[in-house]
């Protein structure tokens, strides 16, 4: 498979060269040049397989011909058996037609894992016969930043530093980050909010000198091999419910649009989904854009679902893709245009595209709440903020009642105890895996909000590239 940017300036990669590049040299996003299929036939066949081998099926495609299936198998079978369930992504009823798909089995409770483990092992994989050592740089309110840390921890050829505002993250999110003592881990402590974390990061991407120094990439969810891993648990939950022959709606907590494209991608390939929800909370400018088509960024507002908290989607990008009929300088055009004015106005055509396959909703703090109480005394399942999110706005669809009804779980409870607490009355436990958390030793250091000291903090430590090393 080949992969072109959505800007239409990039050259094409390979899954190697996507892999490893995260975003495209043109500011586009890089997305397979065309969807692969899987017949009713290959999709029914799933239904036997385990998570691992059904990573292998959905991936094949996507990774030819730099892996085969034995080396995706490997790879799938090492990064999924880490997971703390046999199932790996299990799907759990919570009544005749809902269900969750628990995505937080994974080391660090959040369903980022499920991607993150296996591109440590990707990036350790194609890195090893390359003479060349890579930076990975990142800034994180909390979930990413422990993800990719547990992800890259000792892999070879690999240094990662991550930025997180001081006494701005949890206990538990801190304590996943900073008691990782591998040696090419480095913990940043920012004395300064998310956005000045975040701005550095992206100052040290825009220094053209710093980044090619250190090779630097992202493993945010631009990069196009976390995306493809996600897509595996649509079919995994689907044919567990009766695709191809009966279609499956999924409602899906929604950020940065990377877990419900990963969705749209499935639905391409073949899998028979009747809906996607895209499930938002107060910060909406996803369900603004598909309600009256106004994309535009507003004021962020902090709210018990962080890992949503966002302003403006990056992923969306990838589907605005196809809904321009993949030309990529029309595109470009419109994203710069939104880069200049934070505001984009979908047309009716592009409206009407997105509308065959998605609707929205938008969830806010008192309804998220109540879908915790509801689900705690309902079923007796203690659900996340973010899970929470996801299913009121499946609650709230009017999908057919004859379909059933996924909503992803994408965070383990105890991962946003307090809040869940508030809203339930039940403090949730940490799983055994994480319950010494707090009395592990901690490695971070502590840095002011300034760019210059950043730098020299990462220049002293990272491995320069290798054209570096040789001149
Ligand atoms: C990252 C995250 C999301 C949002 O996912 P996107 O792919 O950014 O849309 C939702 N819930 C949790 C718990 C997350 O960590």
């Keep these: 498979m080949r992969y072109i940017s959505t800007r239409g300036q990039a050259p094409a990669l390979d899954f190697e060269g996507a892999t490893l590049a995260g ?40 990774a030819a011909p730099n892996l085969d299936e034995v080396a995706l198998r490997g790879l799938c079978e ?21 269900w969750l798909l628990e995505l937080f089995h994974g080391p660090t ?19 090893a016969p390359l003479d060349t050592h890579l930076t990975v740089i990142g800034a994180t309110s909390g979930d990413t930043g422990s993800a990719a840390i547990e992800a890259l921890a000792g892999r070879d050829k690999v240094d990662i530093f991550m930025l997180h505002p001081q006494g701005r993250v949890s206990d538990v999110q801190r304590c996943q980050m900073t008691t990782v003592l591998a040696p090419n881990v480095h913990n940043i402590a920012i004395q300064g909010d998310f956005d000045a974390a975040q701005a550095m990061v992206k100052a040290m991407f825009g220094d053209a000198d710093f980044a090619g120094r250190f090779r630097l990439s992202a493993v945010n969810s631009i990069n196009w091999a976390r995306l493809a891993a996600q897509i595996v648990y649509y079919f995994y939950a689907a044919v567990r419910l009766g695709a191809p022959d009966r279609k499956v709606a999924f409602s899906v907590p ?44 507003g004021e962020l507002v902090p709210t018990a679902a962080p890992s949503m908290d966002i302003q403006v989607s990056s992923n969306f990008e990838r589907l605005l893709f196809d809904c321009y009929d993949r030309d990529g300088a029309a595109l470009a055009q419109a994203m710069q245009g939104f880069d200049a004015s934070r505001r984009l106005q979908l047309g009716e055509n592009v409206r009407g595209r997105i509308g065959e396959l998605f609707s929205s909703a938008r969830i806010d703090s008192d309804a998220m709440s109540l879908a915790m109480r509801k689900a705690a005394e309902g079923s007796g399942t ?90």
Aim: proline letters at 7%; zero cysteines.
């Design 23 to 62: 975003l495209a040299a043109d500011g586009g996003l890089y997305v397979p040049e065309s969807w692969p299929s899987f017949s009713r036939d290959e999709i029914a066949a799933m239904a036997s397989l385990s998570y691992a081998e059904t990573a292998v099926r959905v991936l094949a495609p996507f």
């Design 78 to 98: 090492h990064a999924y058996g880490a997971f703390h369930h046999d199932a790996v992504t299990p799907l759990v009823q919570l009544d005749e037609r809902h």
């Design 109 to 127: 409770l959040a369903f980022k894992d499920v991607a993150l483990q296996l591109l440590g092992l990707l990036f350790e994989r194609f890195l």
């Design 254 to 297: 929604t950020g940065n649009f990377g877990d419900v494209f990963a969705g749209y991608a499935a639905a391409q390939m073949g899998l028979p989904v009747e809906r996607l929800i895209v499930a938002t909370n107060v910060n909406d400018i996803l369900h603004r854009a598909l309600t009256n088509g106004d994309y535009s960024a």
């Design 382 to 471: 203690i659900i996340d903020p973010h899970t929470a999110i996801g299913l009121a706005a499946a609650q709230a669809s009017d999908v057919p009642a004859d379909i059933p009804l996924v909503t992803l779980a994408t965070a383990h409870p105890a991962k946003f105890r307090d809040a869940v607490e508030r809203a339930t009355g039940a403090r949730p436990m940490l799983p055994p895996h994480l319950s010494g958390l707090f009395d592990r030793e901690e490695r971070f250091d502590v840095l002011p909000g300034d760019l210059a000291a950043v730098k020299t903090y990462i220049a002293e430590r990272a491995t320069p590239a290798a054209q570096d090393r040789l001149s």
